[in-house]
């Protein structure tokens, strides 16, 4: 390793004094008094180690990192935005208190976005999405988002990288996807996804980085949008709109969760459903594949999301652990079933 990434396996040491705070406390600050920076962060070792895989790769590009509210990389802006929760353990714990889990909560998964992220902000900076041939592979950019989509699990046209199917979302998602499975070190994409559709796509992505290595980006702005240096709001306020987002996928099922779980304010002391649902994945997504013959990827989906949504609604066991295994894998045999009455063909392997 050299010394450019020998700090990679580090975590970040600067001490805040907010660290201590209790959540309430911590929740009145402003985002920009947090006074954070991303070179001092939890998340510096994987953009170094991002930016050693881009070297690596002969690609002389290095994306822009810095600190906003949410992960995203801008259209028009060659740089990629990081949350405020992947900077510090102290706001970690807070975003998975707050919100059930933690995008990106370990090295492992930050490095995984960060690749996916990379892919949009080359894209930007090579302006590859106005190439014919990347539209020909990948489809038109211009094409809108859809408020949401409809996965189809069977598809081989598409690799799997940040999960839920994501890469089927959008052209621009289905080139991030496909950018960050090929970017991998010592990634066997090759074998993995031989005879399929998909194979095509990383070939062309494995073409086109051949084609770009050695030259400089067309684009280079810098600019940093919606910064976290420059956001007045609260802690406690951002937490308040992201609980108010509407979300009527996931409220779908929210009757049933209900029944199957019980608010943390009756039961305080309670084991959180989130946790309970993580720690038993391996016996539930057995059970979904054996006993009803669900594929391995709507199982993997299904108990993904009602951990989620658990989370966000902050429900715990209503009963032991003992006593609350089954009475979770009928709730997600009851999701699973509605998913493929409602969606059957595009789940058919």
């Not at 953009?47 to 995203?72: D, K, N």
């Not at 090579?126 to 988002?145: E, I, N, Q």
Request: hydrophobic share 35%; proline share 6%.
């Amino acid at each position: 390793m050299d010394s450019r990434t020998s700090g990679i396996r580090h975590a970040a040491t600067r001490e805040y004094p907010w660290e201590r705070l209790a959540d309430a406390d911590l929740l009145r600050l402003r985002f920009c008094d947090l006074r954070l920076r991303v070179r001092d962060s939890l998340i510096w070792p994987e953009v170094e180690q991002l930016y050693a895989e881009l070297e690596r790769r002969g690609i002389p590009f290095r994306p822009h990192v810095w600190l906003s509210t949410e992960w995203f990389s801008p259209d028009g802006v060659p740089g990629i935005a990081v949350p405020f929760f992947a900077a510090h353990p102290r706001l970690n714990r807070l975003e998975r208190r707050m919100a059930g889990e933690v995008e990106g909560g370990t090295s492992r998964w930050r490095l995984r976005i960060l690749r996916h992220e990379a892919g949009h902000a080359i894209d930007t900076a090579f302006g590859l999405r106005r190439r014919a041939d990347w539209r020909a592979v990948f489809g038109h950019a211009s094409k809108p988002y859809p408020g949401g989509y409809s996965a189809r699990p069977g598809s081989r046209s598409y690799v799997l990288h940040l999960g839920h199917w994501y890469a089927q979302s959008h052209p621009t998602e289905d080139f991030a996807e496909t950018f960050a499975v090929w970017l991998q070190p010592r990634a066997r994409w090759r074998r993995d996804y031989d005879g399929s559709p998909a194979l095509g796509k990383l070939a062309f992505v494995d073409a086109l980085m051949a084609e770009i290595a050695g030259r400089a980006p067309r684009y280079r702005d810098r600019s940093r949008i919606a910064p976290l240096a420059e956001n007045s709001r609260t802690l406690g306020e951002h937490y308040r709109r992201e609980k108010a987002r509407p979300d009527s996928v996931e409220r779908r099922y929210d009757a049933w969760l209900l029944r199957t779980f019980a608010p943390r304010a009756r039961r305080p002391e309670a084991m959180p459903a989130g946790r309970y649902i993580r720690e038993h994945r391996q016996r539930l997504r057995g059970a979904l594949i054996r006993q009803d013959g669900v594929s391995p990827y709507l199982a993997e989906h299904t108990i993904e999301r009602i951990r989620q949504r658990a989370g966000q609604l902050d429900l715990v066991l209503r009963g032991t652990s003992g006593d609350s295994l089954r009475p979770v894998l009928r709730l997600h045999e009851r999701v699973v079933f509605d998913v493929l009455r409602r969606n059957r063909e595009k789940y058919v392997l």
